[in-house]
């Protein structure tokens, strides 16, 4: 079946950076674009970035343009998240989650369990 | 970016009653919007896509209507696992936003 693992969240100190991984597994990955959504404590679900299947198109929220980075390695079967020049107000739980259908982009079918990224001095 | 105004923030309802969630778009978005349910520390789950169609296994006491900048999520009978936030989020245009969410909880 459908798996998404996140993996690399922590405690960081602000201005620093961490680099999140989500696994996946049970379907073609490179048939998917990839998203990153996250969710501070307490707090809603704020949309952050997307990947296309083929790495072509990369698109990021507002609040962490320039300083995070959507990418892909298909053949490892993984998407990534680098993060930079991190703030508090970056702290929450990061989730992948997959669009559905393959190619396509209109609603999340499937998602990880998220990983905890806690920004603080 | 698209805008999207959810309502009402929160609700107590009990077993038994029809529960209706609002989400307002700040520009047309067609049927581009879903809804998503997420129980406490846990991931969300999709219930409704395309603004009305029911996701495979989702029970039909969920429904979505709507278009263009107004859409609604139903609940036609309250069930106790239904306990939780209720999210929709437009995917017209990126960045895809969310809205503020609704918790609903038992009264």
């Known amino acids: 079946q459908v798996q998404l693992v996140e993996s690399g969240g922590g405690v960081v100190q602000p201005g620093r950076s961490l680099r999140l991984s989500c696994a996946a597994s049970?379907?073609?990955?490179?048939?998917?674009?990839m998203h990153w959504v996250r969710q501070a404590p307490g707090k809603g679900l704020e949309w952050v970035a997307v990947?296309?299947?083929?790495?072509?198109?990369?698109y990021y929220a507002d609040s962490v343009k320039g300083r995070f980075t959507i990418s892909r390695d298909n053949s490892k079967n993984t998407v990534y998240l680098q993060m930079n020049s991190l703030r508090a107000e970056d702290t929450a739980v990061y989730y992948c989650?997959?669009?559905?259908?393959?190619?396509?982009?209109?609603?999340?079918?499937?998602w990880g369990q998220g990983t905890l990224v806690t920004v603080s001095s | 970016d698209i805008q999207m105004t959810q309502s009402p923030s929160s609700l107590s309802a009990s077993v038994g009653d029809r529960v209706t969630i609002t989400c307002r778009a700040s520009?047309?978005?067609?049927?581009?919007l879903g809804w998503y349910q997420q129980r406490p520390g846990k991931a969300p789950k999709c219930l409704i896509y395309?603004?009305?169609s029911l996701e495979g296994g989702v029970p039909s006491r969920f429904s979505g209507s709507g278009s263009g900048t107004e859409f609604t999520l139903t609940i036609s009978s309250l069930q106790p696992e239904d306990f939780g936030t209720y999210f929709c989020?437009?995917?017209?245009?990126?960045?895809?936003?969310f809205g503020q969410g609704t918790k609903v909880e038992m009264k």
């Open positions: 049970g379907f073609n990955l490179d048939h998917y674009g």
């Open positions: 520009q047309g978005i067609r049927n581009d």
């Open positions: 989020l437009q995917h017209n245009s990126y960045p895809w936003t």
């Open positions: 989650a997959r669009p559905f259908p393959p190619y396509g982009d209109y609603y999340f079918d499937n």
């Open positions: 395309a603004a009305s």
């Open positions: 990947v296309w299947y083929d790495g072509s198109k990369k």
